[in-house]
């Protein structure tokens, strides 16, 4: 028999600083939470910081960027939040205190998929046209692509081969990356090495990873972990006529066979290990708050 311990589940005890980090993964729900912890902040008292739109999202910073990353979130007033796409950064290599750190993750296939059609999406690119108007308009033929035919011809947008590495928030295939970290040695698709570091990053400094598909358990650990920030979170978020879950939603994303999304799991085996890792990690966090005896049978 395993006992779960709540207060060794709970990473925030860890922290040096009232500042919730949220590095977010796309294509997970991320904006809806954004969305969520901007009307958090108003509720629970604390201030809301996001990062700039930027025409270029850099996800992994060298050094230097790293630690500037690290003082301007550190200079920020107690109680924040700070979002922004970037890779795991640890703040205690620079002699600062670490943050809350939170992120969100999502089956892998669906994320792809997501990403697929969200940059094909016309009001996707109006809105970054209206933002950066020198952007160039896509090729029709592009957009006119869809992913199933994408994966059974083999188009190279839809070949995900083992090892190989991608640099730029455009390459969706890497949930892991965002946990690993900054290293080069973070970037390799689906190896053993990034499942391991981003596992290890999750289990050791991360107080809450919530689930897309569960949100629900999500809400309820991290009101549990995180009170000061998430009291009400549930609340907010299924109360109101403004329905949070409507985000971002693309009603131009046909559906997907099984088929196909067979074909693509095969080559994503350790980005499903990890996402099923971090499923099992909340639901022991879950758990651990909520069952009476908090034991559970060793698997």
């Known amino acids: 028999m395993q006992t779960l311990n709540s207060h060794e589940l709970n990473n925030t005890r860890k922290a040096g600083m009232e500042i919730v980090f949220f590095n977010r993964v796309p294509k997970v729900g991320s904006q809806t939470f954004m969305e969520l912890l901007r009307r958090l902040s108003i509720r629970n008292d604390f201030e ?21 990353l690290a003082e301007v979130i550190t200079d920020l007033p107690e109680p924040s939040v700070f979002i922004k796409h970037v890779c795991y950064t640890n703040f205690t290599k620079f002699s600062l205190p670490a943050p809350i750190y939170i992120n969100v993750v999502r089956d892998p296939i669906e994320r792809v998929i997501s990403w697929f059609y969200y940059v094909r999406a016309p009001w996707y690119f109006v809105e970054r046209k209206a933002a950066f108007p020198e952007l160039p308009l896509p090729d029709p033929a592009w957009l006119k692509k869809d992913f199933e035919t994408c994966v059974r011809t083999g188009d190279r947008e839809c070949t995900f081969t083992q090892g190989v590495t991608h640099e730029g928030i455009g390459d969706h295939r890497r949930q892991t990356l965002f946990f690993c970290g900054h290293d080069y040695e973070c970037t390799p698709f689906n190896t053993v090495g990034v499942l391991e570091r981003a596992k290890y990053a999750v289990e050791s400094q991360y ?93």
């Open 48 to 68: 809301f910081h996001r990062d700039a739109v930027q025409r270029v999202e850099t996800i992994r910073l060298g050094e230097v960027q790293q630690q500037e």
């Open 207 to 299: 107080s809450v990873v919530g689930v897309l598909e569960d949100l629900n358990t999500t809400f309820s650990v991290l009101e549990k972990y995180i009170p000061r920030f998430f009291k009400g979170a549930t609340e907010v978020y299924y109360g109101g006529s403004d329905k949070l879950n409507n985000i971002n939603r693309n009603n131009f994303k046909p559906p997907v066979s099984e088929e196909v999304k067979e074909i693509v799991r095969r080559n994503f085996t350790r980005e499903i290990e990890f996402y099923q890792f971090c499923r099992q990690r909340l639901h022991k966090q879950y758990l651990a708050v909520n069952l009476p005896h908090r034991v559970i049978n060793r698997t």
